[in-house]
Nanobody
Framework: QEQLVESGGGLVQPGGSLRLSCATS????????IGWFRQAPGKEREGVTC????????LYADSVKGRFTISRDNAKNTVYLQMNNLKPEDTAVYYC?????????????????WGQGTQVTVSS
């Protein structure tokens, strides 16, 4: 049965770092597209980064380029989001998403499976 479980969120000061994890089950990451999205209160869900499992190609939103990094550990069926130099505007609920049919990952929310989300709050 397919399942995605995010963890690693929390409260961090501006300039700090967090690493989010997305533990997956029921998927083969090499044959999947995996994305990280976020949604702040009153705003639409926004694509942050994604990775295409078959090629390891990645995409990043302009707002996080140079600060966030997506990676995966196939042995653990887990995808990570390393977030550095966090800013208050990064505050949101972060979701991971997986799709088996996308040929290339996308920052648009065209994914079939979603996790429950983890809260990230950046504040002093």
């Amino acid at each position: 049965q397919e399942q995605l479980v995010e963890s690693g969120g929390g409260l961090v000061q501006p300039g700090g770092s967090l690493r989010l994890s997305c533990a997956t089950s029921g998927f083969t990451l090499d044959y999947s597209a995996i994305g990280w999205f976020r949604q702040a209160p009153g705003k639409e869900r926004e694509g942050v980064t994604c990775i295409t499992g078959s090629s390891d190609s990645t995409l990043y939103a302009d707002s996080v380029k140079g600060r966030f990094t997506i990676s995966r550990d196939n042995a653990k069926n887990t995808v990570y989001l390393q977030m550095n130099n966090l800013k208050p505007e990064d505050t949101a609920v972060y979701y991971c998403a997986v799709d088996r049919h996308l040929r290339l990952c996308t920052l648009r929310p065209f994914y079939d499976y979603w996790g429950q989300g983890t809260q990230v709050t950046v504040s002093s």
